[in-house]
């Protein structure tokens, strides 16, 4: 990889201030994914602002809503009692992304941050419709996904922490890639205070709900009920790992599937 | 250049090194610990894995200047002048052919067996699923893991 400036944050505060400063910057959370970017010379940044240092990013409180800090490990959330106690399809997840060495070090704001099309956080932050705290503004997540690889952060924002409202009942069904395992489908469903959601990652460019599986899932929370919907193919992700046509299929079985594990 | 400051395997060490430089890379080549091994560079063997505070990681996608001030347990450092019980399982039970990906196996195994002091089969391979044998001999590696959690709990 090219040599860069390396900076290890003491505080939120001059990890801003460092981003402000350099407009290529970039901020190393776990460094799971931008590591090996850098290592294919895909990404060049001039800077990195490492936030490892921060502990006050680090940790999982409260039972309802859940607020989990933005450098907190895959494998912290999928142990975490707290988690496992208030949303465990949350933590089975969290422990199902990448591999254990993975977990170690990956993270939720660092995954949210970097909004992989594939990546399983998405599915659970908006599912579950979480809060996304930031150092300047808290951002449903409505609001946070925009595209591929694209949401409503700031160049010099950064994740804090993420509050998620326990549910009534929430599961989460991937199908992995058996390599990676990202999810080249992953969906979860999930009872709120504010109604039945479907959250569908790893098919489209960025995560997306289904109206038509929430309100039949709200009539009859049952696998069954979700018979005869058909998911469009049109606008899903294709490529080497399957077919659009493939992607939908895999939104009805993993749907069916979710809504078993939530009932349990 | 940057100065780093961490423990390995129990030892204060202090190294200059460029922020681009991997961990990996101050292990073995400028700290000659080369039990830790390079296999695809692009994070899914394992080859290379390690221990950061304790917790396995992946010392090909971690830089250098990350371990300042953290400990570092290396391969070298997990015997303490004899075989460590999973490293005695291995060459007991028939874990390594060419012994390539032994080293991250058994840092990732000491990982788990950490928390987990009995792990069934099932617990183990899903473990180790960062842990490529292109031998393809899982079963001794597991027969090992399952040997050395019993021989560890009957120690403890």
Redesign the interface.
Known sequence: ??????H?AGSVEEAVERLGASPEAKI?AG??TL??T??LRLAQPET?V?L?GLTELRGVSGGDPVVIGAMTTH?EVA?SAEVAGSIPALAGLAGGI?????R??GTLGGSLANSDPAADYPAAVLGLDATIRTNRRSLPAEQYFRGLFETALEPDEIIVSVSFPKPARAGYAKFANP?S?YAVVGVFVAETARGLRVAVTGAGACVFRLAEMEAALSRDFSPQSLDGIEVPADELNEDLHASAEYRAHLVGVLARRAVAAARG | M?SVEFELNGQPVSVEV???TLLVEALRDRLRKTGTHVGC????C?AC?VH?DG????SC???A??A?GRRVTTIEGVGDGELHPLQAAFREHHGLQCGYCTPGMIM?AL??LQ?NPDPDEAEIRA?L??NLCRCTGYHGIVRAVRAAAAEMRERS
């Open positions: 990889m090219y040599d860069f400036e390396y290890r190393l460094g799971m590591l090996p850098m290592k990195l490492d490892g494998g142990a990448g591999d254990a060495q993975v170690n070090r390599a395992r | 940057h460029e922020a681009r560079d692009t994070s899914q394992g894995v950061l917790r396995s990681v992946k996608t971690l830089l200047v990350q300042d990732s990982d788990l928390t473990w699923e960062g």
